[in-house]
C-alpha cells in the first residue's frame, strides 16, 4: 500500500481500493478454513487503543489481528489511566514503550487519529477504527467488499479486481452525525459507485460541496430507483444534543426503512440489498421485516469486516511486495 496509516479513505487512490479488496477476499479464503491462521504477523504487535465504547469494531481488529498470528494488546479508555486524565500524548508513549508496531485508534474527536500519525510520539503504523463523525476507513471498505460480493453473486464473475462502476448506493438517515457515510461516499465513489444521500435536511451537513454524490430528502422517490444497495444508518442519538426531527414515528415514517418499504420493493423487483452498519435500532430505522430478510447483508458485513482489517494490518505491516498466500501455512 502506498500509504503507512489508514487514516480516511478521502487517501485511497483506485489502486489502494482494489488491493486491500483483493487482498481481503484473500483472506476471506482464511477465515473459511478449518485452521483460521496464517503466521504472516507473527512476533508483531497490535494495539486496539478505544477511547470509545464499541463491541463489532473492537473484537472484529482483534480477530483479525489473531487471525495473522500477531499479539494483540487491548487497551480500553474505561478503567484505564484514560479516566484519570492521562493525555493521548502519554498513552502513546507508553504504548511505544511497549514496541506497538499498529495502533489500532477509536476516539470521540474527529483528528485524533491524524493527530497520533502526524505526532512524532510514536513510529507505528496508525490505524482509524472510527474518530468522531469523521471517517470509519475500514467500515467503508468493509461496506465495499459487500457491494462487489453482491455484485459477483449477481453476475456471476468472480470480485477480484472488481469495482462498482454503475452501482447505485443509497445512504439513509443520520449523515450529519455518521463516519460510515463520509467514508463510504468516497470510498464508493472511488471505485466507481453513484452514491445517493437521503435524510431530512437537519440530519444533512450544511456544506455538502465537493462531496462526490447526489442528495435527496426523499426516499420513496429514490427507491422507485430500484437501486443495487440501500445502506440504513443508526440514528445517533448519543451525539445529538437537540431535536432534529418532530418525533421517532415521523421519522421512521419518513426515513425508516419500513415493511412497507420492504414489500414495495419486493413487488417491483428491485434487486436492493439491505445494509447497516450495527448496531441497529430496529423499529427505527430499520424494521425486523428489513433486517432480518434474506436481502439483508448485515451479517456478512461482519464476517467480512473480520478480512478486510486482516487485509490492512497485512498490507501496512508486511509491505508491498508479498503477497499472504493463503495456500501456505
Ligand atoms: C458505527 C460506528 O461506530 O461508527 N458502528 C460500527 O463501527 N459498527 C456506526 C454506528 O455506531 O452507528
Known sequence: ??????????????????????????????SSREVKKLPALRGRTVVNLFFEDSTRTRISFETAAKRLSADVINFSAKGSSVSKGESLKDTAQTLMAMSADAVVIRHGSSGAPQQLADSGWIDAAVVNAGDGK???????????????????????????????EDMHVVIVGDVLHS??????????????????????????????TGWPCEVSYDLDAVLAEAPDAVMMLRLQRERMNAAFFPSEAEYTRGWGLTAQRVRRLEEAGAPTVFMHPGPMNRGLEISSEAADSPRSTVLEQVANGVSVRMAVLFLLLSGDESSPNPSEN
Open 134 to 164: 469523521h471517517a470509519h476507513p475500514t467500515q467503508a471498505l468493509l461496506d465495499a467488499m459487500t457491494l462487489r460480493r453482491v455484485r459477483s453473486r449477481a453476475t456471476g464473475v468472480a470480485s477480484t479486481g472488481m469495482d462498482l
Open 179 to 208: 463516519r460510515v457515510a463520509r467514508s463510504n461516499v468516497w470510498l464508493l465513489s472511488t471505485l466507481g459507485a453513484r452514491v445517493t444521500l437521503v435524510a431530512p435536511p437537519t440530519l444533512l451537513p450544511v456544506a455538502l
Open 1 to 30: 500500500m502506498r500509504v503507512k496509516h489508514l487514516l480516511s479513505t478521502t487517501d485511497l487512490s483506485y489502486a489502494d481500493a482494489v488491493r486491500i479488496l483483493d487482498t481481503a477476499d484473500q483472506m476471506a479464503a482464511v
